[in-house]
């Protein structure tokens, strides 16, 4: 089965500093990852998602991930935090089974803040 | 907004009644997923359709059932409620079926059982 983990549950930076929120994840085929956001009382917004085209994912808003299959790892970037980078970030892999169905397995999340 | 929209916002009712949740996914989008957050749990993947079939289950309880309509519309129905059931439930859609597929969520419905 498939899974993810999420190190660090709260990361703190100061406003224009770099962003980073690691993600490790578990496959026994090659994997399709995704990073979503959460705001505070919003759903999930799509950020970028790797599916084997490049191993390097430029998303939305700024960030950008990288896949390196040597670490079983999808980190996610921003080189300058703004303040509205606030949120709750979940790494995500989607498992695939026989039958054309799939799911979204996610990590813990990680709560992301942004001080002046 | 992702065009995926969930009503009720909000839900507050009483442990043993029985709820239900709507889901209108994006113009187009055959899959419908289910999913729960909660604090202990995080987010667990309930149960998806795709275009009025069940195609997956998750984590959902036996007290938990759904169904994806002709017009692809989605309810999810919460019965014999706990309070171990308040949560946020999602609805996400995708185009198809593949794993590739990003799925766009809805703002969710935040239940509470007293």
């Known amino acids: 089965a498939q899974s993810v983990t999420q190190l660090g549950s709260h990361v703190s930076v100061s406003e224009g500093a770099l962003v980073l929120l690691r993600c490790n994840y578990s496959?026994?085929?090659?994997?399709?990852l995704f990073w979503y956001v959460q705001y505070p009382n919003q759903g999930l917004q799509l950020l970028l998602k790797?599916?084997?085209?490049?191993?390097l994912v430029k998303g939305i808003n700024g960030f950008e991930a990288e896949f390196k299959k040597s670490e079983t790892s999808f980190h996610l970037t921003k080189p300058s935090a703004h303040m509205s980078d606030a949120a709750e970030y979940f790494c995500a892999v989607s498992e695939s089974v026989a039958g054309g169905y799939n799911k979204l397995i996610f990590g813990a999340g990680t709560r992301l803040a942004v001080h002046p | 907004d992702s065009g995926v929209t969930q009503t009720p916002k909000h839900l507050i009712t009483a442990t043993g009644q029985r709820v239900t949740l709507r889901c209108s996914p994006r113009?187009?989008?055959?899959?419908v997923y289910w999913y729960q957050q909660s604090l202990d749990q995080g987010l667990q993947f309930l149960i998806q359709?795709?275009?009025?079939?069940?195609?997956a289950k998750g984590n959902i309880l036996e007290r938990f059932s759904a169904q994806q309509f002709p017009d692809l519309h989605s309810e999810l129905n919460l019965s014999s409620l706990e309070l171990g059931d308040s949560a946020l439930y999602f609805c996400?859609?995708?185009?198809?079926?593949?794993?590739?597929?990003?799925?766009?969520f809805g703002p969710g419905t935040r239940l509470t059982v007293l």
């Open positions: 113009s187009g989008d055959l899959s």
């Open positions: 996400a859609s995708s185009p198809y079926s593949s794993s590739y597929n990003e799925q766009f």
């Open positions: 359709y795709y275009n009025g079939e069940e195609r």
């Open positions: 790797y599916t084997s085209a490049a191993t």
């Open positions: 496959s026994s085929v090659p994997p399709y």
